[in-house]
Each structure stands twice: as structure tokens, then as C-alpha cells.
């Protein structure tokens, strides 16, 4: 969102000085980002003079806000339910106003995840207004469901109640084939199961980074998978369940597109046991998991090879095709060798704990650092006294 630019700098000294251009009273403070108007007030800012300016902010920011959301088509509709239930509640205060339309019929025709714009247009300017203060409250977060993967579902068939439909478990592809038929007379690596946790942890990190969207976001999911995994990118050959996570880890918190938090980068240790042992059917995932794995893949090539014979494009098909046989590899592995699996269910979450328990020390030890530094600068030392002084 956009924010309002406060003038600190020593070449500003001099403008900071003028009048306020909206009050004419006091000293500007403040440069409007749309106009460079001066003002010195939020009072001021919001005035009639400059409405017009300032409502056009506010709402290109609230439509940011919204594109930049993850939430899918559901989660959208409920905020235009939140609307509704906004003009419900100012019925009254409208009724001295010229009749309007029901958003309902305001919004007829328009598709709420695209036509954003035209949305907010349909809008009264009391809507508007209570609708930017959700957005610069927060509260407009807590209209949208905390993204459930499809690993931590388990609804009992007795469950009648109505509840949102939790996400799909993937199916595990179909015709596999034996795993001696692809590795021949060559025997599979005794760190190949090493390289599935690598490759599950970039699976289970990707998939949450896009609330579970990554399938419509095919190709920049995709390269969030391969960005993560050195198993599948580069061919890394990881030799230990530490050496496997903890790489992809660090790589997440130290690229700035992947990173989410240094709570979630160790989280997704969680999802990668839970992956291989469900907590409660206590069955393993893997193959379901690898295998929606594979198709991301697989859309990620159809969307390079839309995009004709630039080198690029053919660079990302082959790519996306060998790390696509890799993983069709790993499918029929887990499938063949999932009592091994399950085995490693309680070395990840071991792993996970010891990495939660170290990442608690240092975040303690970081606000111990900041609370001495916070009272550091507020110890003001006596200045040392004169020679003069003293003697007197």
C-alpha cells in the first residue's frame, strides 16, 4: 500500500517550513504521494479541498490490497458479504438519501476476482469508508479463513454436519509402473528417501505460499518448488534427514519472494511428517503428495510451451520435463517403499522440534539484545566534571 511521505532530510529543511496548503495556518509536515500537495494533519488530508484527491488514494490502496490478497474466489465473496452486511447496518442513515440500488444488485454481472475496479466504483461513498477502515485497522484479515492444507484434513465419514469443503486429497497417478522397470539392472540410491523429504518440504512450503492455488499458478509455483528443492534443481544428493530440511530452510529465509516467516519456514518440517505419517489415519501421503507434485510440473510445461519458441520458454519446457521425470521417480519410490516412509515420520518431527526449540532460543536471545539496546539509549552518562569543579 502506498504510504504518505514524511520530509526528514536535510534538502527538505526549507519546504518543511511552509504553510500547510489546505489549513493556510499551520507548517506543512507532510507531502501528499498522489498530488505533492503540503499538509500538516490527517485533519487536512481528509478536508474538502482535497477529497477528491484523497479518496482516490484510499481507494487505489484498498484495491491493492485486495489484488495482492491470496485468498481464493470464496474468501473474495465474503468480503462482498461483509459489504453487504455494511449497507444492512446504515439503512438507517441512508434513508434521507436518495434511494440506492442493494449491492446485490449493484454487483450484478461483474466477476468479483477480477473486477475490482468496477467493484469498488459500485460502492457508496459510506461503504467506501467503512471499508478503508478495515483495511487500515487489520480487521479486513480476519474476514479470510486461515488456509487449511489438504495433508491436515481428516473428516470422519459420519460427519454430517455442514462444513466448508475442506481441499481435495490429490490422487496418486494412475498405471505406475514397477520401480525395477526404470532403474533396470541399477540399484536406486540409499539416499533417494533423503531426496523426497527435500523435494516434500519444497512441495508442503509452495502449497501453503499459495494457499493452495499453486495448480492455477502453475508456472510460478513451479519455480518456487525448484527454487527450494536442490534435489530437484541442481541434483544435490542429501545423505541425512537433517542435512535435507534444514538446507531448504535456510534457502526459503533468505530469499525474499519465498520467505513467509522464520516461524512457518520451520513449520513446514511439520507438514513434511505429517506427509509422511498422518497423525490420525496414521497413513502415509507421499505418493499423493509427489503426485500433485507431478502435475504442477506437467501445467507448468503446457504454459512454457504456450508461450511459443523463445529460448526462455524452451530452456524452462526441458527443465520442467527432467525435474517431471525426477519426481514420477519418486512417485513410484514411495509407492514401493512406503513401511520406509512412515519409519522417517518420527525423525522429521524430531528434527522439527529441535529446529522450533532453537529458533525460540534465538528469537528470546534477540529480544534480549533489543530490551539492552532499548535501555542502553535511554542511560544518559553524567558528563565528567571540570577540574574547578571538582575542587569546589
Same mark, same amino acid.
Do not use: I
Given at each position: 500500500m502506498a504510504q504518505v511521505k514524511v520530509d526528514t532530510s536535510e534538502e527538505t529543511v526549507t519546504q518543511a517550513q511552509e504553510v500547510c496548503s489546505i489549513c493556510l495556518a499551520q507548517l506543512?509536515?507532510?507531502? /501528499?504521494?498522489?498530488?505533492?500537495?503540503?499538509?500538516?494533519?490527517?485533519? /487536512?488530508?481528509?478536508?474538502?479541498?482535497?477529497?477528491?484527491?484523497?479518496?482516490?488514494?484510499? %481507494?487505489?490502496?484498498?484495491i491493492t490490497e485486495l489484488q495482492q490478497m491470496k485468498g481464493n474466489g470464496e474468501e473474495r465473496?465474503?468480503?462482498?458479504?461483509?459489504?453487504?452486511?455494511?449497507?444492512?447496518?446504515?439503512?438507517?442513515?441512508?434513508?434521507?438519501?436518495?434511494?440506492?440500488?442493494?449491492?446485490?444488485? %449493484?454487483?450484478?454481472?461483474?466477476?468479483?476476482? +477480477?473486477?475490482?475496479?468496477?467493484?469498488?466504483? /459500485?460502492?457508496?461513498?459510506?461503504?467506501?469508508?467503512?471499508?478503508?477502515?478495515?483495511?487500515q485497522s487489520g480487521h479486513v484479515g480476519h474476514l479470510f479463513s486461515l488456509y487449511s492444507p489438504w495433508w491436515?484434513?481428516?473428516?470422519?465419514?459420519?460427519?454430517?454436519t455442514e462444513k466448508p469443503s475442506p481441499p481435495l486429497k490429490p490422487s496418486?497417478?494412475?498405471?505406475?509402473?514397477?520401480?525395477?522397470?526404470?532403474? +533396470?539392472?541399477? +540399484?536406486v540410491s540409499p539416499s533417494v528417501h533423503y531426496n523426497v523429504l527435500n523435494a516434500l518440504y519444497a512441495y508442503a512450503y509452495t502449497v501453503r505460499l499459495y494457499n493452495g492455488d499453486h495448480l492455477e499458478l502453475a508456472m510460478q509455483a513451479s519455480q518456487a518448488v525448484l527454487d527450494i528443492s536442490g534435489a530437484l534443481s541442481?541434483?544435490?544428493?542429501? /545423505?541425512?534427514?537433517?542435512?535435507?530440511l534444514r538446507v531448504a530452510v535456510t534457502t526459503v529465509q533468505q530469499r525474499k519472494d519465498l520467505f513467509m516467516s522464520l516461524e512457518s519456514s520451520v513449520s513446514v518440517m511439520r507438514d513434511v511428517a505429517h506427509l509422511l505419517c498422518h497423525t490420525t489415519s496414521h497413513l502415509c501421503q507421499v505418493p499423493e503428495a509427489l503426485s500433485d507434485l507431478h502435475q504442477l510440473l506437467a501445467r507448468a510445461k503446457a504454459a512454457s510451451k504456450a508461450e511459443g519458441k523463445k529460448s526462455d520458454a524452451q530452456d524452462s519446457v526441458k527443465q520442467l520435463h527432467r525435474v517431471a521425470k525426477k519426481v514420477f521417480f519418486f512417485v513410484v519410490w514411495s509407492s514401493e517403499h512406503v513401511e520406509d516412509l512412515l519409519s522417517l515420520s518420527d525423525v522429521v518431527l524430531l528434527e522439527y522440534e529441535t529446529s522450533l526449540k532453537e529458533l525460540q532460543s534465538y528469537l528470546e536471545t534477540e529480544q534480549t539484545v533489543k530490551a539492552f539496546r532499548k535501555t542502553s539509549k535511554g542511560c544518559r552518562h553524567a558528563a565528567p566534571q571540570t577540574l574547578v569543579e571538582q575542587l569546589n
Open positions: 506543512s509536515r507532510y507531502t /501528499c504521494p498522489r498530488c505533492n500537495v503540503r499538509y500538516c494533519s490527517v485533519a /487536512c488530508y481528509r478536508h474538502e479541498r482535497h477529497l477528491q484527491c484523497s479518496e482516490s488514494f484510499y %481507494r487505489d490502496s484498498v465473496r465474503h468480503v462482498m458479504e461483509t459489504l453487504m452486511r455494511m449497507q444492512e447496518g446504515d439503512e438507517d442513515d441512508d434513508q434521507n438519501e436518495d434511494h440506492v440500488a442493494s449491492l446485490e444488485e %449493484r454487483l450484478d454481472g461483474l466477476d468479483l476476482d +477480477k473486477d475490482l475496479d468496477q467493484v469498488w466504483q /459500485c460502492l457508496t461513498l459510506s461503504e467506501q469508508q467503512q471499508f478503508n477502515q478495515l483495511v491436515e484434513t481428516f473428516t470422519p465419514v459420519t460427519d454430517m496418486v497417478l494412475s498405471d505406475l509402473p514397477p520401480l525395477s522397470s526404470l532403474v +533396470k539392472d541399477a +540399484k541442481s541434483n544435490t544428493v542429501f /545423505c541425512a534427514t537433517r542435512d535435507a
